[in-house]
Each structure stands twice: as structure tokens, then as C-alpha cells.
């Protein structure tokens, strides 16, 4: 069936590493891949996304990378800082529905100072 | 901020109380959605609507109803609800239904007593 999920709940980075978020889909058809990042007390906020035709995206600080044969997302920061202490979501895009996304259940990244 | 609000942020109720939540948009956005996060599961997906006509209605028990007089704005009425209805309500707007960004609001936590 269609889901989308993580492989790690939680991820400790220190302060000013590179972190690293993945992200399994099992949907071939999908074709467009959002990451959101969520802090305390917030509404999901919108990072980056991508598309199947593509298989890297920069943004400032982060990049998604996506494989589709091992249909496969990530999500690289750069220099992580303690802003950047979250919970992070991948979301897929339904293949028959353009404004459904199938969110994962989240990782949560700890930046130690 | 996203240029999405909600109301109230926190709400206690009890099961035969009734009350709204709601949600405006300042972005000019045609499409809102309410979404329903729980506890270690992924964010649901429970109505859409399009130039203020429901064009989702995602299985959602009928002690949810969802009403939007305008573009601007989407309300969520509640009655006999049940204690496993607490969790954090979020709206989000987009510019159309078809793949774009939805701009999240920052949620209502609602615990049902």
C-alpha cells in the first residue's frame, strides 16, 4: 500500500554538523515530495520539494535528495544549528489526488550545543 | 508567521459540549484543509475545500463538520466528540488544489474530557 515513513525517530546532531534526515516512500507513482519542518507550539512550515523529475534540490542551508529506484528521500542541513531543533516531515503526493500529501510519522532533530 | 491563524489555541471540552474552532487565511488563498494530528501518528488529512466548496470529506465521523462561508475563512464544529478526539487540529491554505504549498496554521490543541 501507499505510505510514507522514517527511519529514525529522533536524530542528536552537534552544532554546526551536517544532519541528515531520510525518508522511505512506497508509492512509485508519486510525484512531488515535500519536507516540512514542525518546532513546539507551530503549525508545519514549509522547507523545500521536489519533483520526480528531478533528483537533487538546493534551498538555503538544506537539500533534498531524492532516489527513486530505492525510492528514497533525504533531507541535508548544513551547518545545524540550534534553530534548526524540530520535528521534520517527509510528505508524498498522492498519485491520483494532486492536493492529498501522505505525511510520514516524523523525526525529531536535537542539535546539542 | 505563515499568514494563517487559528482559534482558540487551546480548547478543553467535554463530550456533550459543542464548539467551533476556526481559521483564517490572510494570503488569498481559494483552497483550506483541516488536518488532524495525533500523538505518534501522521497528520490526517479531513476536509478540503475548494472556492469554498467541500471537495474532501476524508471518512470523518459526522461529530466533525466542517463549514466555509468564504475563501478566507474555514470553522470546524464539534459535538459529542469522544476522548480519543484529542489532538492538534491544523488548517493550511494553498494557493489552488492542484501540488502546491499549503501554508500551515499554528493548530488548536483540543482535549476532550
Known amino acids: 500500500g501507499e505510505s510514507v515513513g522514517l527511519h529514525l525517530p529522533t536524530l542528536s546532531v552537534q552544532e554546526g554538523d551536517n544532519s541528515i534526515i531520510n525518508c522511505a516512500y512506497s508509492?512509485?507513482?508519486?510525484?512531488?515530495f515535500i519536507w516540512y519542518k514542525q518546532e513546539s507550539g507551530k503549525g508545519p512550515q514549509f522547507i523545500i520539494d521536489?519533483?520526480?523529475?528531478?533528483d537533487k534540490r538546493q534551498g538555503q542551508r538544506v537539500t533534498v535528495l531524492l532516489n527513486k529506484t530505492v525510492k528514497h528521500l533525504s533531507l541535508q542541513i548544513a551547518a545545524t544549528q540550534p534553530g534548526d531543533s524540530a520535528v521534520y516531515f517527509c510528505?508524498?503526493?498522492?498519485?491520483?489526488?494532486?492536493?492529498?500529501?501522505?505525511f510520514g510519522s516524523g523525526t525529531r532533530l536535537l542539535v546539542r550545543p | 508567521e505563515t499568514g494563517v491563524t487559528q482559534t482558540p489555541r487551546h480548547l478543553v471540552m467535554g463530550m456533550t459540549n459543542k464548539k467551533s474552532l476556526k481559521c483564517e487565511q490572510h494570503l488569498g488563498h481559494n483552497a483550506m484543509y483541516w488536518y488532524k494530528q495525533s500523538a505518534k501518528k501522521p497528520l490526517e488529512l479531513m476536509f478540503v475545500y475548494s472556492l469554498e466548496e467541500r471537495v474532501e470529506n476524508n471518512s470523518v465521523p459526522s461529530r466533525f463538520s466542517p463549514e466555509c462561508p468564504n475563501s478566507s475563512h474555514l470553522f470546524l464544529h464539534l459535538h459529542t466528540l469522544q476522548p480519543e478526539d484529542s489532538a492538534l487540529y491544523l488548517c493550511?491554505?494553498?494557493?489552488?488544489?492542484?501540488?502546491?504549498?499549503?501554508?500551515f496554521g499554528p493548530g488548536t490543541r483540543l482535549t476532550v474530557l
Open positions: 521536489i519533483r520526480s523529475n528531478m
Open positions: 510528505a508524498e503526493n498522492k498519485k491520483d489526488s494532486s492536493y492529498k500529501l501522505i
Open positions: 493550511a491554505s494553498s494557493q489552488d488544489t492542484s501540488r502546491s504549498e499549503q501554508f
Open positions: 508509492n512509485s507513482a508519486s510525484d512531488y
